[in-house]
């Protein structure tokens, strides 16, 4: 748009987004002839169920309408290494990118902060004379390993604190 702020004409641009690109002549039109509509993002969280992994990809399921959805692991929040934290089942959040112009896009994947998790094998240690709470190697169904409470047996489900891989509480 023209500025008033001077005599000679110059030229006020506000770049929308960088997903748009809006290219000027080098001597604009007149006012009334540049229109560029600035595209409006919207940034939604959708709940999926987590179906199963294969070939680099995440399948899910949107629990409403049903629709399958295929994303790449790497949009894990978390990266890749809260792969195996993934459970049949399991309700994931996607965030989904919108533009007045385009559909959905998923940009990012987050697992829930807790999940509840079975102990599949616990590695007993040798009984000490320490103060407190003492804590031993658990492997759980999904082969991750874990430190819980020497109190906590095969077969018991357990929270689990996934970002930080974290005994939290017996379920």
Not at 5 to 30: F, G, I, M, Q
Not at 132 to 152: R, W
């Amino acid at each position: 748009l023209p500025s008033d702020s001077s005599p000679e004409t110059r030229w006020k641009v506000r770049l929308p987004t960088a997903l748009h690109h809006l290219v000027l002549p080098t001597h604009p039109p007149a006012p009334d002839v540049l229109h560029c509509p600035t595209p409006v993002l919207n940034l939604k969280d959708e709940p999926y169920q987590f179906l199963y992994h294969a070939d680099g990809k995440i399948h899910l399921l949107h629990p409403q309408t049903f629709d399958e959805m295929e994303v790449s692991e790497h949009m894990i929040e978390g990266g890749s290494r809260l792969l195996p934290m993934l459970e049949d089942g399991m309700t994931i959040t996607v965030g989904i990118l919108t533009t007045s112009t385009t559909g959905g896009h998923p940009v990012s994947v987050r697992l829930p902060q807790t999940h509840v998790y079975t102990v599949a094998s616990v590695t007993e240690r040798a009984a000490q004379a320490a103060k407190g709470i003492m804590f031993k190697p658990a492997t759980l169904a999904n082969g991750c390993c874990v430190q819980v409470p020497e109190f906590v047996n095969v077969g018991e489900r357990i929270v689990i604190e996934i970002e930080q891989m974290k005994y939290l509480r017996r379920a």
